[in-house]
């Protein structure tokens, strides 16, 4: 929540490391939402829960979701670079994959990654 400047009228300003974690959480959003959720924003998200009833063997699958998540930070994150995003799954589960996310944040000058390990009944990494 905002707080209140009590030495200027106002409210405070967030520093770097709080606009890197919303960079983050904004980020996690898109993945994390399913299209159609959000009210207003139907074309919001990318619904990443749904890649674990996908074949991944298949390029194609990986290849439309890389362009769907490239589509939708650029629409919905246009301060941020994305530089690259890779999936790789577990070759010991078949139910578990990773997805990692490289962007750079010109206005920090910095670069950060977001991973995500996601399963079946749970997701890690957020």
Known sequence: PLLLDKSQPGFELIDE???KDLIRQNIKMILLTN??????LPEFGVGIMGLLF???????IITKYQGEISSQIN???P????QEIDFLDSEMDVNKISIKVR???PALGESDVL????????????
Not at 79 to 82: E, H, K, Q
Request: aromatic share 14%; net charge negative; proline share 3%.
């Open 115 to 126: 991973e995500i390990l996601k399963s079946r009944g749970s997701i890690n990494g957020l």
């Open 17 to 19: 490391t709080e606009i």
């Open 103 to 105: 962007y750079y944040i």
């Open 35 to 40: 299209p159609g959720e959000r009210v207003m």
């Open 75 to 77: 629409n919905y994150l």
């Open 54 to 60: 996908e074949n991944f063997s298949d390029q194609e």
């Open 79 to 82: 301060y941020i670079d994305l």
